[in-house]
């Protein structure tokens, strides 16, 4: 498969990009010679190799869920820049 300059066009035309000459032809470039990259992997024997999500072994790094004593609402309130009626008072970002 390659992608000729007039792809090239058509896809910088829907991301409302201005290639020049030069850009379109660079980019055509480096696009064909990463499908032709993509096409020699499609040369490699992986029937011996099984299918993963990740290249290397992920684990779940999450601990279980237990119930502690947090701080009590005063003790929250204490960091509040500013209070209003036992709430954190912040700064408007709508009007």
């Known amino acids: 498969m390659n992608i000729s300059t007039e792809d090239v ?3 910088a035309k829907l991301s409302r990009l201005n290639l ?3 850009e379109e ?3 055509t470039g480096q696009l064909n010679a990463i ?8 040369e490699l024997d992986t029937e011996e190799v ?3 999500t990740h290249v290397l072994h992920v ?9 502690r004593e947090s701080l ?10 500013e209070e ?7 700064p408007a970002v709508l009007e």
Not at 60 to 67: A, I, K
Not at 72 to 81: G, L
Not at 84 to 90: A, I, L, S, T, W
């Open 9 to 11: 066009r058509h896809v």
């Open 20 to 22: 020049t000459a030069v």
């Open 25 to 27: 032809d660079t980019m």
């Open 35 to 42: 499908l032709h990259y993509a096409e020699k992997l499609n």
């Open 50 to 52: 099984k299918p993963t």
């Open 59 to 67: 684990s779940n790094v999450m601990r279980d869920d237990e119930v």
């Open 72 to 81: 009590t609402h005063e003790q929250v309130m204490r960091n509040a820049p």
């Open 84 to 90: 209003e009626d036992g709430q954190f008072k912040v």
